[in-house]
């Protein structure tokens, strides 16, 4: 196990999901993931995190080229694609925007795919919000799971660590207690199931990836 003077540096990229629209920041669901992982044990930093809602993929992209070099770190997050879909943008597109950011995580995780853990897009067509904008339910779930699939599909190809949290979101999406006042994006309580879902995925490649 690492010193704990020397922890891990961790990169969280994304949107809103990453940085936690209308919840506080110690609510997020990657500055939960690296506190429960710490109380374990895992010396681990508290994310940088490079999110803003509403990003879509290439304006992830665009925010990370404007951002300063961002060197090399030993833990590396990526959720992105909601702002795609809620923009109707093609199943095609996205898997070359995708895989450009997934090729992009490894390498600031120093070239090491098991370094890299990608989250699934969560089902926002479950939400109120989506039902007071009368928006389709089925096709949006139609639409993610095509998203979702192209995700996991890369991540396999390039060794990268899938965590399913779609169906949580789906299972949970009409409570009040797991949204914030917006009834759209996830609370605390929310990231707290998605948090629980990643946490072994993570603490195996936190336990494996010793260099």
């Known amino acids: 196990m690492q010193e704990a003077d020397n922890p891990r540096t961790y990169l969280a990229l994304g949107d809103s999901y990453t940085i936690g629209e209308g919840v506080d920041p110690d609510d997020r669901w990657p500055v939960q ?57 093609s199943h095609s597109e996205y898997r070359g925007d995708f895989h450009d950011l997934l090729r992009r995580a490894i390498t600031l995780a120093g070239g090491r795919s098991d370094r ?43 060794g990268v660590a899938f965590v399913d949290i779609t169906g949580i979101s789906r299972e949970h999406g009409t409570d009040p207690e797991m949204l914030v006042a917006d009834g759209l994006h996830p609370s605390g309580a929310m990231y707290a199931l998605w948090t629980a879902q990643a946490l072994p995925m993570a603490r195996r490649l936190l336990s494996e990836a010793r260099a």
Do not use: K
């Open 33 to 89: 993931l690296a506190r429960i992982l710490r109380a374990e044990g895992v010396a681990l930093d508290d994310p940088r995190i490079i999110a803003t809602t509403g990003w879509t993929t290439d304006e992830l992209s665009q925010a990370m080229d404007s951002a300063e070099p961002l060197g090399e770190y030993g833990f590396v997050t990526l959720l992105i694609g909601v702002n795609n879909q809620y923009r109707e943008r």
């Open 116 to 158: 890299v853990m990608v989250l699934s897009i969560p089902d926002w067509g479950v939400t109120p919000f989506a039902t007071a904008q009368g928006r389709d339910p089925a096709r949006i779930a139609s639409d993610l799971d095509g998203y979702n699939a192209i995700a996991a599909e890369l991540c396999a190809q390039h």
